[in-house]
């Protein structure tokens, strides 16, 4: 009867045996054995990875930036007094991930990628980690393909590519981030995914910005990613890493992306603020020794991708601050030696009604020509040149000089090119006008035009044209070039409209 029992119970025991699955993922636990200004320090976790996501006890989450013989350093993406020492600590095994798709545009979001602009669940369908290798030499493709800004000044001058890396520098409050957004509003209808970012900026400058995007329309192919200046640290340093992931989905499904991290200085001083609390050593500034680091592995992952490769294309537009026109500071330098060029703003053209306050001597396009239309270089070659003799000739006929006659149309020519590019907000130009608008200033045409009047006669001509000489607009977006023929069809229109023009003025 006893060994009956016994085998009844060996053959259950062999069945729940055969039977018994393993699904066990061991991880590493630890912990926390200091905690302030949302930095940890945990022991006992032995296998985690940089960069990796930790568990604290259920509460909060945690990114490790330091790892140690015995311990290891994280940043807390959460409250900061939720986590206090001898919690438990888990590690995950998957790095900070943020939801990536089209759902997102036309959305605002926190650096997670959780929506916070009350409009409820986004739905994501896929995940993307925010660090992320940057493509390969192989991957790449060269730059063509312009990139709109709408800006006069920015577009014949600067010129942008799909794909390229362009920086706006400038002191505070010189038009910086009203650059960065007439280069979003101008790509409507364009079919170019938009991604802003905001780190440490005040939440009623950034709720600014997502009006104007809401009422101009811009919005639903832009997706705002936003970390104020009442959010973390740790939140500031990862918020361009995710928008770059949200970009970054898109431009490996053959879309192009225009994505503005706003600005670069304040994440170096969050990262600054971190490295600081975990008790790295510290550089020039204060900053740490892979400051530069941090953002060229950022910018390096914005490019134009080959054909064979999906070709699409990420292009970015970072932003730095300088303190008193100073680019040679550490992290300015820093990042003017990654991106393909900047666009330098400067205090003293600003204040002097130049808008935008675009520096010719310091401003410079790395990609060039490369990236412009035929007509827009045949228009705009000489333009930086004329800029820069009537900059020096003006500051000599201050002195009442007895000048010649060439001196003197010289610079009449000059005041009215600067007039051409002075352009308010938000009130961008079509590629085509463009092209015209320098034309007939290049070509000395507006010698007649009162100096104050130029801006408006440029503009009421370019509506005469798409009223009356349809034929010509779209000759030159159909060519993408200015020939002899248009270019004397141009003049005899500029004869002819100045006529009316200046009948309408008499008679006001």
Known sequence: MAETVYKKISQDITEKIKKFSADYNGRSTGRVIFSGDGVIRADGLSDVQYGEMLDIDGKSRAIVLDLHEKEIGAIVLDEADSVYANMLVKSTGHVVEVPV???LFGRVVDSLGNPIDGLGPIGAKAFRPIEA???????RAKITEPLHTGILAVDAMVPIGKGQRELIIGDRQTGKTSVAIDAILNQKGKNVYCVYVAIGQKASAVSGIVHTLGVRGALEYTCVVCATARDSAPLQYIAPFSGCAIAEEMMYSGKDVLVVYDDLSKHAVAYRAMSLLLKRPSGREAYPGDIFYLHSRLLERAAKLGSGFGGGSMTALPIVETQAGDISAYVPTNV????DGQIYLESTLFNAGVRPALNVGLSVSRVGGSAQSRAMKKVSGRLRLYLSQYRELSSFAQFGSELDNSTVQMIETGKRIVEVLKQSKHSAYDSVHEVIILYIVMKDLLQEVPTDKVNDFVKAFCSFLDINCVDI????NEKNDIGLEIGLV?????KEFSKFY?????NE
């Open 502 to 506: 200046f009948e309408e003025i008499v």
């Open 101 to 103: 798709g089209v759902e």
């Open 133 to 139: 290798p940057a493509p390969s030499i192989r991957e």
């Open 473 to 476: 607009v779209c000759e030159i």
């Open 336 to 339: 003017i030696s990654i991106t």
């Open 490 to 494: 141009i003049e005899e229109r500029v």
